[in-house]
């Protein structure tokens, strides 16, 4: 059963940047499509973004031009630089992803627990 370890959230001030991660780790074949949701206090969880296997991202048009999403297949871990962040940035953030655990089986999605990211001065 694979896991998901987020890590890299915190308190920025407005205009700051940070960097999350997320591993997968546990007994699985391979990881698909991995990505980051967002959660602010009283709203629905967001997409953010998004990227396959062979690198092809997706950003929310909220963060396009101040956040990047990058993965390491390798190392079974996905990354989302955020760039001159806003209050409006605040939230939890959860990784998801396509979790295949053996060959030619069907992706599951998997979530991590969160991370908060918090934007104030």
């Known amino acids: 059963q694979a896991q998901l370890v987020e890590s890299g959230g915190g308190l920025v001030q407005p205009g700051g940047s940070l960097v999350l991660s997320c591993r997968a780790t546990?007994?699985?074949?391979?990881?698909?499509?991995m990505g980051w949701y967002r959660q602010a206090p009283g709203k629905q969880r967001e997409f953010v973004a998004s990227?396959?296997?062979?690198?092809?991202?997706k950003h929310a048009d909220s963060v396009k031009g101040r956040f990047a999403i990058s993965r390491d297949n390798a190392k079974n871990t996905v990354f989302l630089q955020m760039n001159d962040l806003t209050p409006e940035d605040t939230a939890i953030y959860y990784c998801?992803?396509?979790?295949?655990?053996?060959?030619?089986?069907?992706?599951?999605?998997?979530w991590g627990l969160g991370t908060q990211v918090s934007v104030s001065s």
């Open positions: 546990g007994d699985f074949f391979q990881t698909g499509t």
């Open positions: 998801n992803a396509d979790i295949i655990r053996r060959i030619g089986g069907t992706p599951l999605t998997s």
């Open positions: 990227m396959t296997r062979g690198e092809n991202a």
